[in-house]
């Protein structure tokens, strides 16, 4: 049973940093890409970043990048999301997801295991 789990939101005001973190467990961490995408009330959820299995290539949606980072520890089954700059259209929830047999990195079809979500607010 694959479990990922998101921590790290909070409030945050506007030009501020955060960092969060998915800690995933169930099944070889190393063995698959991973990705953050958010979703901001009434909006639908949206790709934001994705990292490959050994970290040699990442993916930014245009909307962050130069902001946010993301990153992996595959000794601590972990995947991380720097978030730098932020803004008050930042404010979503952020859930981190982990790719399936799907090749298309920023679409949700190719993720098959998510997280229960992290809330992000940043005030203006």
């Known amino acids: 049973q694959v479990q990922l789990v998101e921590s790290g939101g909070g409030l945050v005001q506007a030009g501020g940093s955060l960092r969060l973190s998915c800690v995933a467990s169930g099944r070889t961490f190393s063995n698959y890409a991973m990705g953050w995408f958010r979703q901001a009330p009434g909006k639908e959820r949206e790709f934001v970043a994705a990292?490959?299995?050994?970290?040699?290539?990442?993916y930014y949606a245009d909307f962050v990048k130069g902001r946010f980072t993301i990153s992996r520890d595959n000794a601590k089954n972990t995947l991380y999301l720097q978030m730098n700059g932020v803004k008050p259209e930042d404010t979503a929830v952020y859930f981190c997801?982990?790719?399936?047999?799907?090749?298309?990195?920023?679409?949700?079809?190719?993720?098959?295991?998510w997280g229960q979500g992290t809330q992000v607010t940043v005030s203006s």
């Open positions: 997801a982990q790719r399936g047999a799907g090749t298309t990195y920023n679409s949700e079809n190719s993720y098959n295991y």
């Open positions: 990292i490959s299995r050994l970290a040699i290539y990442t």
